[in-house]
């Protein structure tokens, strides 16, 4: 008994089934002429994953890097810039989506114009949304829903209406935003929106 306690004492808990996990960078930009803040996206170059996609900075936590450096450390790689010019503010509600989680940090870019950001390879280019835009004009949730095919390797005997029962993942609320001629939505537009969700009171 003595050592099961051993064991749990120390024990630093994880999301079950976690494959890997990610954080990103929400990042504001403000713009002196307009005298307002604006957020700063993405878009995914074609040579790699999810090409074509919004998105934030962000990528996989490296082992010994704690969440928050791995959001600066990909911020200065795809946006080419130092960590002086990157202030994170903290960190906001996460994602577990399937087999990973996605944390989010935000904070504001210090630079003059963003504009003349350079990024890697890794982005095709870069767009801004005004804030005010976001919070006033919420995105639209387009429900998803996936349906079960019974096959033979999977044990759909031993469950209580086999194929039929209610596999509650399978369902799916996704948010498009309609405020941009890219296509902003998934992650994300979740993120986004819980954003300006906080910003308005919203628990």
């Known amino acids: 008994m ?4 051993e064991i749990f004492s120390h024990y630093q ?3 079950l089934g976690e494959k890997q996990c990610y954080a990103v960078f929400l990042p504001l930009v ?3 002429r307009a005298g307002s803040w604006e957020v700063l996206y993405q878009v995914r170059s074609e040579s790699i994953s999810q090409p074509g996609e919004v998105s934030f900075p962000g990528g996989a936590v490296e082992k ?7 959001a600066v450390r990909e911020t200065m790689e795809e946006l080419k810039l130092s ?11 996460y ?3 399937n087999r990973r989680t996605i944390h ?12 003349q950001i350079q990024p890697n390879e890794e982005v095709a280019h870069l767009f801004t949304i005004p804030l005010k835009t976001l919070k006033n004009h919420p995105p639209t949730y387009y429900q998803l829903e996936t349906e079960v095919q019974e096959t033979d390797d999977f044990p759909f005997d031993r ?3 086999g194929s039929n029962y209610k596999f509650s993942h399978y369902d799916r609320r996704i948010p498009f935003y309609d405020v941009t001629e890219e296509t902003l939505w998934g992650m994300t537009a979740q993120f986004t929106h819980r954003f300006t969700d906080i910003l308005n009171g919203k628990q």
């Open 13 to 15: 808990p994880k999301p």
């Open 2 to 5: 003595q050592d099961f306690k």
């Open 83 to 93: 960590s002086q010019e990157i202030e994170v503010w903290g960190e906001m509600d």
């Open 30 to 32: 403000w713009n002196s």
């Open 95 to 97: 994602l577990v989506s």
């Open 64 to 70: 010994g890097e704690t969440l928050k450096e791995a």
């Open 104 to 115: 989010c940090f935000v904070g504001q870019l210090l630079v003059d114009d963003w504009r």
């Open 159 to 161: 469950i209580r209406n």
